[in-house]
Structure formats: structure tokens, C-alpha cells
């Protein structure tokens, strides 16, 4: 009997509905490491699994299927991202996974293939010339390690790396800001939070039910809370941002972590924190591929850890 061969379609919001139980049972599979190893989370979507991504722009989901069998999915959503003053139309390349027993038969490069074919098949995505992605990383590094050969991967270079945290908001609340780092300065590019995205506070959101980290050790989501105002934002600078957040999420979310992401670039914030004793759980790396005018090494990078 010949095996039948591997299919692609491309679904919106409106269309995912059959596939999202597949899509589910694919991502409970893939686990990150956190502290260094000593737990380990994997990422639930929900039960629509859209609209973490659909807030955040107009959301496509090209899947990889071999008869009604899912081995893998992409997601790209299509938004507008920051430098300075200056705005690109980007697609952020996202939720790429591939089931176990598929990985290594190159799917990963076909999907980006077939996704980049797509590029110029629907109208509104024609356009686009900034792309970007965030790999979480493991103990054997973020998705690159697997590439092999030539592949669209590789056209996108490390953008930066994203060092994250998970600290209970007392933690915040409690810092001494004598030497925390001044506020940030030179052009970032800014990669969110989206527009539509409502902040709380000095800044906070929660993505509860649209995607839950759900933790090995208690088979529970964290109850996260994401810092994910821009440095724009931090008026005061970080630290400043920082302890009033935990401050507010004490009262607010007092049972919470805190969930937020830092450029590795900017190595005095980083530092400031290790020093304060609150050294980063997890890391991820942004690859990004730039064709517009917003070309440049920016000096940071700001992507919200509730958009990763």
C-alpha cells in the first residue's frame, strides 16, 4: 500500500476549527526547560487555539498533514513592527512545530517553503518584507540546531536573545533601585506588544486561556502575569518599572509570577538583576530577516514575553 503524501493548507481563525484538537494533542508534546532544568513547561493554546494569535494580527496556520494525520504546523501572523518613528509591514513566523516522528525528514524546511509560497498567493501578505520569529531554547539549543543544509531558517540571522523571568511579584515589589541600570537609550526595534493588546497598570497583561504555560511538576498552568510595556514606557527606567508593577500585582495578582523578557543586549539591565539575585529562567532567541528601510542593527530588541 503506498503511504499517501504529505498535504498543505492554509486556514484562518474562522477555518481552524476541525484541526484545533490536533493541534493541541501536537504542542502538548514539546517541552522547555525552565531553572535550569529542574522543571519543565509546555504551551496550551486553549480550546479555539486562534486567539492568542489572532490578537495580535491578522493570523494565518498553514498545516502539514498526511491524510487526516497532522505532522506539523507554522503560524504567521501579519502586523506592523517599530523602529524609532519608522514602521515596516512584517510577518512573525510562529508555533512551529513538528510532530516526534517526523522531525529530521526536513518538514520544518518545507513548511517555511510552502509558507513563503503562500507570500504570494493571497494578496494582502504581498507586502511583506520584514520577518521574524523567537525560538525558545533547550538544553540542546533553540529549533536552528536541527537545520541541516540550505534552508529559508538560515536567511534570518540572530536578531538577539532574549533572556526571561518568572519572579513573584513581592520580589519586584522589594527591589532596591540604588543601582539600577539609567533608562534605556538608542533606536530598539519593537516587535510588541500589539495595539490592540490593553495594559494594565504600569503596564502588565495576562494571556490566560489563550496561552497557558502548564507546568510538568503540578500538571497546572502558572498563573502568569506578563510586563510587556515597551521601554518607551519605562518613564523612570526599568527598575522603576519593574518594583511598580510588582507593587500593583501584589495587590491585584498577588498569587501571580511575574513573566517579562529582557535584549541580552542591554547587559547592564541583565547584570543588575544577577546581582539583585534574580538570575533568568529561561532564554530565546529572535531571528529576523529585514528587506525594508528599517535595515541597521537596532540597540535592543523588544519583544513582550506575552507575544513569545
Given at each position: 500500500?503506498?503511504?499517501?503524501?504529505?498535504?498543505?493548507?492554509?486556514?484562518?481563525?474562522?477555518?481552524?476549527?476541525?484541526?484545533?484538537?490536533?493541534?493541541?494533542?501536537?504542542?502538548?508534546?514539546?517541552?522547555?526547560?525552565?531553572?535550569?532544568?529542574?522543571?519543565?513547561?509546555?504551551?496550551?493554546?486553549?480550546?479555539?487555539?486562534?486567539?492568542?494569535?489572532?490578537?495580535?494580527?491578522?493570523?494565518?496556520?498553514?498545516?502539514?498533514?498526511?491524510?487526516?494525520?497532522?505532522?506539523?504546523?507554522?503560524?504567521?501572523?501579519?502586523?506592523?513592527?517599530?523602529?524609532?518613528?519608522?514602521?515596516?509591514?512584517?510577518?512573525?513566523?510562529?508555533?512551529?512545530?513538528?510532530?516526534?516522528?517526523?522531525?529530521?525528514?526536513?518538514?520544518?524546511?518545507?513548511?517555511?517553503?510552502?509558507?513563503?509560497?503562500?507570500?504570494?498567493?493571497?494578496p494582502a501578505l504581498r507586502g511583506t518584507r520584514f520577518?521574524?520569529?523567537?525560538?525558545?531554547?533547550?538544553?540542546?539549543?533553540?529549533?536552528?540546531?536541527?537545520?541541516?543544509?540550505?534552508?529559508?531558517?538560515?536567511?534570518?540571522?540572530?536578531?538577539?536573545?532574549?533572556?526571561?523571568?518568572?519572579?513573584?511579584?513581592?520580589?519586584?515589589?522589594?527591589?532596591?533601585?540604588?543601582?539600577?541600570?539609567?533608562?534605556?537609550?538608542?533606536?530598539?526595534?519593537?516587535?510588541?506588544?500589539?495595539?490592540?493588546?490593553?495594559?494594565?497598570?504600569?503596564?502588565?497583561?495576562?494571556?490566560?486561556?489563550?496561552?497557558?504555560?502548564?507546568?510538568?511538576?503540578?500538571?497546572?498552568?502558572?498563573?502568569?502575569?506578563?510586563?510587556?510595556?515597551?521601554?518607551?514606557?519605562?518613564?523612570?527606567?526599568?527598575?522603576?518599572?519593574?518594583?511598580?508593577?510588582?507593587?500593583?500585582?501584589?495587590?491585584?495578582?498577588?498569587?501571580?509570577?511575574?513573566?517579562?523578557?529582557?535584549?541580552?543586549?542591554?547587559?547592564?539591565?541583565?547584570?543588575?538583576?544577577?546581582?539583585?539575585?534574580?538570575?533568568?529562567?529561561?532564554?530565546?532567541?529572535?531571528?529576523?530577516l529585514d528587506l525594508t528601510r528599517l535595515k541597521g542593527?537596532?540597540?535592543?530588541?523588544?519583544?513582550?514575553?506575552?507575544?513569545?
Open positions: 500500500m503506498n503511504t499517501p503524501s504529505v498535504r498543505y493548507v492554509v486556514l484562518r481563525p474562522d477555518t481552524l476549527g476541525p484541526y484545533v484538537e490536533r493541534l493541541r494533542l501536537l504542542e502538548r508534546g514539546i517541552e522547555y526547560p525552565i531553572a535550569d532544568g529542574a522543571d519543565h513547561f509546555f504551551i496550551d493554546h486553549g480550546p479555539h487555539y486562534h486567539p492568542f494569535f489572532s490578537s495580535m494580527g491578522e493570523a494565518y496556520f498553514l498545516l502539514a498533514l498526511r491524510g487526516e494525520e497532522l505532522l506539523g504546523s507554522v503560524t504567521g501572523v501579519s502586523r506592523q513592527v517599530f523602529r524609532g518613528t519608522r514602521s515596516a509591514q512584517a510577518l512573525y513566523i510562529c508555533d512551529l512545530k513538528v510532530a516526534p516522528h517526523a522531525r529530521g525528514t526536513g518538514l520544518a524546511r518545507r513548511l517555511i517553503l510552502q509558507g513563503l509560497t503562500h507570500l504570494f498567493r493571497i520577518f521574524y520569529g523567537a525560538a525558545m531554547r533547550g538544553a540542546r539549543g533553540d529549533v536552528m540546531h536541527t537545520v541541516r543544509g540550505w534552508n529559508p531558517l538560515r536567511m534570518g540571522r540572530p536578531q538577539s536573545r532574549l533572556a526571561l523571568y518568572f519572579v513573584p511579584p513581592a520580589r519586584l515589589a522589594a527591589l532596591d533601585l540604588t543601582l539600577a541600570p539609567k533608562p534605556v537609550r538608542g533606536e530598539g526595534l519593537v516587535l510588541g506588544p500589539a495595539p490592540d493588546r490593553r495594559l494594565d497598570g504600569a503596564g502588565w497583561c495576562t494571556t490566560s486561556g489563550s496561552k497557558d504555560l502548564q507546568l510538568r511538576s503540578t500538571q497546572k498552568p502558572w498563573p502568569l502575569v506578563h510586563l510587556a510595556a515597551p521601554p518607551s514606557a519605562w518613564t523612570h527606567g526599568w527598575g522603576h518599572y519593574l518594583r511598580t508593577c510588582g507593587q500593583e500585582l501584589t495587590l491585584h495578582h498577588p498569587e501571580s509570577l511575574a513573566c517579562f523578557a529582557i535584549d541580552e543586549l542591554l547587559a547592564d539591565h541583565v547584570a543588575w538583576l544577577q546581582a539583585v539575585g534574580l538570575p533568568p529562567d529561561a532564554a530565546c532567541t529572535v531571528y529576523s542593527t537596532p540597540a535592543w530588541v523588544h519583544l513582550p514575553s506575552s507575544e513569545i
